[in-house]
């Protein structure tokens, strides 16, 4: 008999799966079903072999979920740098057209004030550009309110948006911290900060801004 094949035997009696010994003994597996076809493992070692398999496979799909993970994010960063890089210079009339839909979005609709909330503070940045530098809103006119999950991040948010905003916490109101428990529990961590809402008493702004909003929307309607 073939040494190899003697291994295989005494390998696959020792409880060992074809794929390792076909890897041991660098024979291919087809071989080694005709040699070890009447070959028979006790049953302990047959559970302890279908144990490894299956830990074998778990972990097999593990890391190939993370590598398509790893690619996915290759290819989101890809194409975010890529968009990026499309976007030209801002002019005042783009930023005019940009807070406009952002306010039709997130903004207040109450016609005696100006009112914008968000949690993201990119978005936050952009609308104040959008306040002071087109809508020419004067710094000491900003009041600034806050919604926040934890009492003990308090300080921290306040000082945490008067950075993004630029305006001094003493323009800041009292912060809001109406919670139901079951929302602490659902909402935890996901918003450190909470949630900002600048307000602009200010009604000939409001109807600017409205009017601006239902410009744009007369233009995107009209055929080409």
Not at 22 to 50: G, H, Q
Not at 97 to 106: D, K, M, P, R, V
Not at 147 to 152: G, S, V
Request: proline share 2%; hydrophobic share 35%; with cysteine.
């Amino acid at each position: 008999m073939r040494e190899d094949k003697q291994e295989a035997i005494k390998m696959r009696i020792e409880g060992k799966s074809y794929s390792e010994i076909s890897k041991t003994l660098n024979v291919p597996k087809s071989t080694l079903s005709y040699w070890l076809k009447d070959v028979r493992m006790t049953a302990e070692k047959t559970k302890a072999l279908r144990e490894r398999s299956s830990k074998a496979g778990f972990n097999a799909l593990l890391k190939r979920n993370k590598s398509q993970k790893i690619e996915a994010k290759k290819r989101a960063e890809a194409i975010i740098k890529k968009s990026i890089n499309e976007i030209n210079q801002i002019n005042l009339e783009n930023l005019r057209l940009i807070g406009s839909a952002l306010y039709a979005g997130e903004g207040g609709k109450s016609k005696n004030r100006v009112d914008f909330t968000n949690s993201n503070p990119q978005i936050i940045k952009i609308i104040m550009r959008f306040f002071r530098e087109v809508c020419g809103v004067n710094k000491n006119k900003f009041r600034i309110q806050l919604a926040i999950h934890d009492e003990n991040r308090i300080e921290d948010a306040r000082e945490y948006w008067s950075r993004i905003t630029e305006i001094p916490t003493s323009q800041f109101m009292k912060v809001s911290l109406a919670l139901s428990k079951y929302s602490k529990k659902k909402r935890k961590n996901r918003l450190p900060y909470g949630t900002v809402q600048i307000r602009i008493s200010d009604v000939e702004l409001f109807h600017k801004i409205y009017g601006w909003i239902q410009g744009i929307s007369k233009k995107l309607e009209m055929p080409g």
